[in-house]
Structure formats: structure tokens, C-alpha cells
């Protein structure tokens, strides 16, 4: 099924992979796995998503604009037949068109709608874990007019997905121990005021109130041990890398 060129793109790509800085942010990790997978394998249209209690956090996206993943996290995400809640997780790697858990309904209009006003045409993802526990997703989308997903994409993904659970886990656990107790809505907010932010713009860009910013912020000033914003940023200078 795989042509010679094929398996030398797999092999450059797990070669590449390997050889990732384990210590670098977590956002680019995750835009250089990204990169890497684009430039061997050829799919230009992803995002890394992180899976906490079997929801999406923290997307990562590479060519896909950042009003469309808001579009679908506020009003397509229950629809998508690939999302952590819709699939049975024995496949790590699934084709949108192979979900026998959701109702046609449901997919018919994911597709017809959200899909189709993005341009896109096709989804596939795959599931990562960490100690049998899963962890995050990387979606593939492709765009109306090009070849839909198939099993030759499988077997790609399949020759790699080991080699990336491998590395993101030693990234993972590279990352300085405070970030393990913040949850994903805190790391978000967190990354807002390190760009400086108010609290209103940030309550804009999570689509939440401002009172719940305020609340975050109190969590956060808590666990980094500090009473307000100016000591937050102060402090947070030894783990803005990994934010």
C-alpha cells in the first residue's frame, strides 16, 4: 500500500519526532509536532487539542483560523462525530465517516453546516494517551475538493502514534510541577495576562463573564503564592516557557 516514498517520509518524520525538545513551552511543542507531521506527511490543516474529564482544551491550531474553532467549540462541538464524548475509544485512530456510535442526524448536520461553511470537507483524529489514560487529540481536517481521508492515513498515523504518545509524555512530565495544579481554564487565563490582557478582554476571548476571570485569578494568586497581578507576572517569569 505504501509507496517507497511513503515509508521515507514516515521514517523523517519519526526521526524528527524523536529528536523534539521535550523541555520547550508547551505551545511549541505542540506547533513543532504540528510542523512536522505537515512537512513529511503532507496534511496542512490540524490542531492539538489537550482532553480534561473528556472535554477539549487548549487547542493548538496549524492553518485553521482561530473564529472557526470558536464557532465550533460554542456551537458545533456535541455534533462532531469525532469528539472524545461521541466515539468509542478503542480506535486511536478514527475516520469521521466510520463513527458508528452517533446518530446520523447529528453527523449529517456537523457536516452539512459547520463543515461545509468552513470549507472543509473531512476530519480525522488521533487519540493520545499517557499511562492508558487519554490525554489529548490531534485533529486532521481537509478542505472541499481534496481526497477524503482513508486507511492508507490510518497506517501513516499508526506508524508514528506510539513515537508521539512516547514524546509527549516526556514533555509532559518535563513541565514544572505547578502547572499540574492548575486546571486548563487557569493555564488560559494565566497565558492572557502574560500578554497583558485586562480582565475584561480575557473574559471576551473565553466567552465568560467577568466575575469568573476574577475567580481564576484568585486560584491562581493562591497557588503561586502571591496577593496580586504585579507579583503574579513577577513570579510567573521563571515558568514563562512553559505556559
Known amino acids: 500500500m505504501f509507496l517507497e516514498n511513503d515509508l521515507e517520509n514516515i521514517l523523517k518524520a519519526s526521526y524528527h519526532i524523536s529528536n523534539m525538545n521535550v523541555?520547550?513551552?508547551?505551545e511549541c511543542f505542540k506547533h513543532e509536532l504540528l510542523q512536522t507531521i505537515s512537512q513529511h506527511l503532507g496534511y496542512h490543516h490540524m490542531l492539538f487539542w489537550e482532553i480534561a474529564?473528556?472535554?477539549l482544551t487548549a487547542p493548538v491550531l496549524f492553518n485553521?483560523?482561530?473564529?472557526?474553532?470558536n464557532d465550533y467549540l460554542q456551537r458545533y462541538k456535541n455534533f462532531d462525530p469525532l469528539h472524545p464524548q461521541n466515539i468509542n475509544t478503542q480506535h486511536s485512530i478514527q475516520l469521521m465517516n466510520r463513527n458508528e456510535v452517533m446518530c446520523l442526524q447529528k453527523q449529517t448536520h456537523y457536516k452539512e453546516v459547520f463543515l461545509k461553511e468552513n470549507r472543509y470537507e473531512d476530519e480525522m483524529a488521533m487519540y493520545l494517551r499517557i499511562d492508558n489514560k487519554l490525554v489529548a487529540v490531534i485533529g486532521f481536517l481537509r478542505k472541499t475538493g481534496e481526497k477524503l481521508f482513508n486507511e492508507k492515513d490510518i497506517l501513516k498515523l499508526v506508524y508514528l502514534k506510539r513515537n508521539i504518545e512516547n514524546m509527549y509524555s516526556l514533555h509532559?512530565?518535563?513541565q514544572p510541577s505547578i502547572l499540574f495544579?492548575?486546571?486548563?481554564?487557569?493555564?488560559e487565563v494565566l497565558s492572557f495576562v502574560l500578554k497583558g490582557l485586562k480582565?475584561?478582554?480575557i473574559a471576551q476571548?473565553?466567552?465568560?463573564?467577568?466575575?469568573?476571570?476574577?475567580?481564576?485569578?484568585?486560584?491562581?494568586?493562591?497557588k503561586f503564592q502571591v496577593t496580586n497581578?504585579?507579583?503574579l507576572l513577577a513570579k510567573c517569569l521563571k515558568y514563562i516557557d512553559h505556559v
Do not use: A, C, G
Open 23 to 26: 523541555k520547550q513551552s508547551n
Open 53 to 55: 474529564n473528556n472535554e
Open 64 to 69: 485553521i483560523e482561530s473564529h472557526t474553532i
Open 172 to 174: 509532559h512530565y518535563s
Open 181 to 187: 495544579e492548575m486546571t486548563e481554564r487557569e493555564k
Open 199 to 201: 480582565n475584561i478582554d
Open 205 to 222: 476571548q473565553l466567552f465568560v463573564s467577568e466575575n469568573t476571570i476574577k475567580k481564576h485569578l484568585q486560584n491562581l494568586y493562591r
Open 229 to 231: 497581578r504585579t507579583q
